[in-house]
């Protein structure tokens, strides 16, 4: 099960790839977290690019644009639980339908909700990686980062 601060990540140290830039999504209702969590990924090393919007429908056209081409894949995607309308469960689920798992990017769920069952049915959708608590930590953030560029 994940742990508070993300202490399943590897954290050891990484050297970044510093040749090309990773994309990263973040999908979360609330303007400060998306602030951030954007934040903390640019400042974490190496060179990231951050896409936020605000809701899963909006999300999920970002995917849309993916799979048909007309836009580049996304190397991380975090995504938070409670948002109204299409909550990040939604979002995974209808990610899953739409596009399987097989070719999808990294994708954290980022939450204030540390409810075992949220984990669980996140976990389910055989997309999430890990669950983190909300504010992402800066070291996490590295490690992230620091993972997906080696």
Not at 4 to 17: C, F, I, T
Not at 35 to 54: H, I, N, Q
Not at 73 to 99: H, Q, S, T
């Amino acid at each position: 099960m994940p742990t508070e601060g993300a202490k399943a990540l590897d954290e050891s140290v990484v050297v970044l790839d510093v040749t090309r830039s990773l994309r990263v999504l973040i999908i979360d209702d609330y303007a400060p977290d998306r602030r951030y969590a954007s934040m903390m990924l640019e400042r974490a090393g190496g060179s990231v690019a951050v896409e936020t919007v605000v809701g899963g429908e909006e999300a999920l056209k970002r995917f849309e644009a993916i799979a048909v081409g007309s836009a580049p894949a996304f190397d991380l995607v975090l995504v938070d639980i409670n948002m109204p309308r299409m909550n990040g469960f939604e979002v995974l689920e209808a990610y899953v339908e739409r596009f399987g798992v097989e070719r999808a990017p990294t994708m954290i769920v980022l939450s204030s909700s540390n409810e075992e069952r949220d984990q669980a049915r996140a976990f389910a959708t055989g997309l999430v990686t890990d669950c983190l608590l909300k504010p992402l930590d800066p070291v996490v953030a590295r490690t992230l980062v620091g993972q997906l560029a080696a």
